[in-house]
């Protein structure tokens, strides 16, 4: 093939060859991208990656002085903050996704680099292969899903080795050393460990300067130029490492201090028996092997299968071993020898830092993880790739049965990490959630072990998403347990960090600000009971406790000086628990003398209420209140559950939450008092009014309500009182719009009864956002039922917003919450209909058309949802809404779009039958 080779060179057209390995390289890429693609972000954030998101949410002079004190270098923390303020992550946009992507970048990069550098040290077809098993390794799938350094570390460390082989092998050895050098500081910057890779590119180097030097004599050089390109060569490299101490000088000092004087706990246990040592070592294997999701403790399996993979490569690396003559071109002599030393150069690379490790956690201090030999570990599908074809050179079948049994494991070690819950990360999304609901005024968050504060502040609530969202307050402080302030904020949490019980104290540096301190035990017990003394209850959200606090002071403490009200496992494999404690504060206390109070269900009697007169939309709104059982109450009634209501002027709901009391209700004592903290979430849209407090009490098993004698005796719910709801701090962030009345836009619709009877009551809340105007108007929404023939049957008009808040006096950009109640005709016949809207200016009644966007034209009236009235079934009714039979649309009604028009869930919890204003929702 001359001829074609001579046209192909001509042309400048890659031959067939080069062709399919590029094919085959984009689509491995291809396969790579879309693997850590899957499910990234899906899962919380576990803990080492909530610190990524806290430090790189840092201004830059407060995120370098973290990492300072901490264990990693700033520089992947650096890239992670300006990613941050590109892409803008929050809770409601992808925060876990778009803080992962950069390591799923970094992830795909190092597989490019390893296509590279396999087609360079073992051939094309050991390239692709490598890339392909790449693509699809759980070790390297796993951490390019995590936020975390790991995979930038890797791709710094493949790049300086694709920079080292350019440089010492080929042209423009400057260029290739300048990108060495800067892909070395980049690596120190980014992780320490990557000291460790240093010292392995150094002897490739070495190895590679003295390999050249004998392949210029294999090719019948002469002595003058072997002796002035020796010095040359290693000189450059000399300048190489320079450059990089140069680059990585100023943080060297930082880096000698934390290494001779850490300011962290140790966080690994020393390996005491050879046992220890064996399991490591097996653990370190199997990740190069199948990652970290398949079950280890086999280590004579790993290594067995880690030999003859060796095996093989040395039997592949001496096929393409070449020759000595003098009549092979230098170029292909360069391709040859770099080929030559394939296999050391990748035993090299994943080895010498593992071996290096392993020795300094034998010796000095213990340094092993095996995550931390990720940065090392692509290059070792190099190994099992030329292995692979070196096998099929011999016996095809048994290579391609081995290639699939491999990709079938890692598969199924892919299904355990994805799926398995032992895998599963930490669920601090949930966990945090969960405590910021059920925060109450008086209550204290104690983080133990107390780094963990970063998870509390990466997934509080924060944001306003949503017209009818709500938000606990923020934490006002996070301080540190030995540094309790003499009082606590009763309307905000606090965040009160735990240190490391009896640590060494070079903790911190004596940093006040550092994630680690020493607490001396009796600081510790004094930390505890100043906070008991003035919280009614402590959250104790825990983590590595056992690694903080090994003898269990304040989970003793805890125990014998609170009362445990709450204890749940949070989901994950670090196996966190949150618990809340009562303290004597709260406790059950002799209540005051009190004839008067309300009695519920002739149980329990409410004898006193205490809530402030006023709330904000879009906050939590907290009420107190004190119980106290009746003679007999034991066995009078199951467990009790409260429903704390707001309800507007009209009598309708506005907001409803409902909580069960802590202690449990079975447990309570007649003659004890008990406190109960209920809440109740003001949605932000709500509009400035002044709203009836009302409270039920309810069998919580049958839903039953108790009946109170405050009123009648068929009463349920109690009036507490008034409360004046004041417009929200900040608007939240909305949906598109659904349609667009004059400059009043309709943002969502809400249905609160969309199955009733004649006679009975429907309803609709409906959210309007006025956008800036030059002028302002008080406009109308007319409500009708349609029949499908478009027949009207009923009608209801009423000002937006009310009288009392009609849409002229509303201020621009704070969307409005209009809750509408229909009352239906006792003669309206059965059926399906749809509710309609139309809005009409009060001054002059006229019709203000809906636009809906620019492909579709205005419409007089839109369909916000349908209603179904049941009547007494007949045969032909009955089957019909027996199938759910939809109607057809109102002729002449533009509908809304269902995907925009579809309500949130509703944030009301049935709570049983309730009359007078209860029937009201």
Aim: proline content about 9%; aromatic content about 10%; some cysteine.
């Amino acid at each position: 093939m001359p001829l074609y080779d001579s046209i192909c060179a001509m042309t400048k057209r890659p031959q067939p060859q080069a062709e399919w390995v590029r094919l085959a390289a984009l689509c491995g890429l291809l396969l790579a991208f879309t693997l850590r693609l899957f499910r990234l972000g899906v899962e919380s954030l576990w803990y080492d990656e909530t610190v990524s998101a806290v430090l790189a949410s840092k201004p830059l002079p407060e995120l370098i002085a973290h990492t300072a004190g901490d264990i990693h270098p700033p520089g992947y923390y650096l890239l992670l903050h300006g990613w941050r303020a590109l892409t803008k992550p929050t809770l409601a946009h992808g925060l876990e996704f778009l803080l992962a992507f950069p390591s799923l970048w970094f992830g795909v990069v190092g597989t490019a680099l390893l296509f590279v550098l396999g087609r360079k040290l073992f051939g094309a077809a050991v390239g692709v292969l490598a890339l392909v098993l790449a693509a699809v390794h759980p070790f390297q799938i796993m951490y390019s899903q995590e936020v975390r350094m790991y995979t930038l570390a890797a791709a710094c460390g493949l790049l300086c080795l694709w920079a080292l082989l350019c440089a010492l092998g080929g042209k423009r050895p400057v260029v290739w050393l300048g990108i060495y050098a800067v892909s070395a500081a980049v690596g120190l910057y980014t992780l320490y460990y990557f000291i460790f890779l240093w010292v392995a590119l150094n002897l490739i180097a070495l190895w590679r300067i003295w390999q050249t030097q004998t392949g210029a004599a294999a090719l019948g050089r002469n002595r003058i130029e072997q002796t002035a390109s020796r010095p040359n060569k290693l000189v450059l490299w000399m300048l190489a490492q320079g450059i990089v101490l140069l680059l990585w000088s100023p943080w060297l000092p930082i880096f000698w201090r934390q290494v001779t004087n850490p300011p962290v706990p140790p966080w690994r246990t020393a390996w005491t028996t050879g046992a220890d040592l064996v399991q490591g070592i097996d653990e370190g294997v199997a990740a190069l092997w199948v990652g970290q999701t398949l079950p280890t403790g086999v280590i004579g399996l790993w290594l067995a299968v880690t030999g003859v993979v060796a095996l093989f490569g040395i039997l592949a690396s001496r096929r393409i071993r070449p020759h000595a003559a003098t009549t092979v071109h230098p170029d292909r002599a360069d391709t040859a020898s770099i080929r030559a030393i394939g296999l050391p150069v990748a035993l090299t690379f994943v080895l010498v830092p593992f071996l290096l490790i392993v020795l300094l956690s034998l010796t000095v201090t213990p340094l092993y993880h095996v995550r931390y030999l990720f940065p090392f570990a692509a290059p070792f599908m190099l190994l099992i790739a030329a292995s692979a074809i070196a096998l099929g050179r011999r016996q095809r079948w048994p290579a391609a049965a081995l290639l699939v049994g491999y990709v079938g494991i890692a598969g199924w070690s892919l299904y355990h990490f994805w799926f398995d819950p032992h895998y599963r990360a930490d669920d601090h999304r949930s966990a945090v959630a969960y405590l910021a609901e059920q925060w109450r005024p008086g209550d204290a968050i104690l983080v133990n072990a107390g780094w963990v504060y970063t998870a509390l502040e990466v997934y509080w609530p924060v944001e306003q998403i949503g017209p009818f969202s709500s938000l606990p307050p923020l934490p006002a402080a996070t301080v540190r347990l030995i540094d309790t302030p003499a009082e606590y904020p009763d309307l905000a949490p606090i965040i009160v960090r735990t240190g490391s019980v009896e640590g060494p104290d070079r903790l911190g540096w004596g940093n006040s600000q550092s994630d680690f301190f020493a607490m001396p035990a009796e600081g510790t017990v004094a930390g505890l009971d100043q906070l008991a003394a003035h919280s009614d209850r402590i959250w104790h959200y825990r983590l590595y406790d056992t690694a903080s606090d090994p003898g269990g002071l304040i989970r003793d403490w805890l125990e014998s000086n609170t009362q445990l009200l709450y204890d749940q496992p949070i989901e994950g494999r670090d196996f966190p628990r949150l618990q809340l404690y009562q303290t004597a504060r709260n406790k059950e206390t002799p209540p005051a003398p009190s004839t008067a109070g309300t009695i519920f269900g002739d149980a329990i009697q409410l004898t006193q209420t205490s809530f402030p007169p006023e709330a904000t939309a879009g906050q939590r709104f907290y009420a107190q209140l004190a119980w106290q059982p009746l003679p007999g109450f034991a066995g009078m009634i199951g467990d009790l559950a409260f429903s704390l209501r707001l309800y507007d002027p009209n009598g309708a709901l506005i907001a409803q939450e409902d909580a069960g009391p802590l202690p449990p209700s079975s447990t309570w004592r007649p003659g004890a008092s008990y406190q109960t903290p209920l809440s109740v979430p003001v949605p932000v849209a709500a509009r400035p009014l002044t709203a009836t407090l009302g409270l039920i009490a309810y069998d919580r098993s049958s839903g039953e309500p108790l009946a109170h004698s405050a009123m009648d005796a068929a009463a349920t719910l109690l009036v507490l009182g008034k409360v004046q709801i004041n417009r929200a701090i900040a608007p939240p962030e909305l949906a598109a719009r659904l349609a667009r009345f004059d400059y009043i836009d309709l943002v969502a619709v809400r249905p609160i009864q969309l199955a009733t009877t004649p006679g009975d009551m429907a309803g609709v809340d409906l959210v309007w956002l006025p956008r800036p105007n030059a002028y302002t108007d008080t406009y109308l929404a007319r409500l009708t039922l349609r029949d499908h023939a478009g027949v009207a049957h009923d009608s209801w008009e009423a000002p937006l917003g009310g009288w009392d808040y009609a849409s002229g006096i509303w201020p621009a950009e704070a969307p409005v919450l209009d809750q509408r109640q229909l009352g239906l005709a006792s003669t309206l016949p059965g059926g399906h209909y749809d509710l309609t809207l139309q809005v009409l200016r009060a001054s002059d009644r006229q019709l203000i058309p809906a636009r809906r966007g620019w492909l579709r034209p205005e419409s007089p009236e839109i369909a916000l949802v349908s209603v179904t009235v049941a009547v007494p079934p007949t045969a032909a009714t009955g089957e019909s809404l027996r199938r759910g039979t939809a109607p057809a649309q109102s002729p002449g009604v533009a509908p809304l779009d269902w995907f925009a028009s579809r309500s949130p869930t509703l944030p009301f919890r049935p709570s049983g039958r309730a009359t007078g204003l209860q029937g009201k929702r």
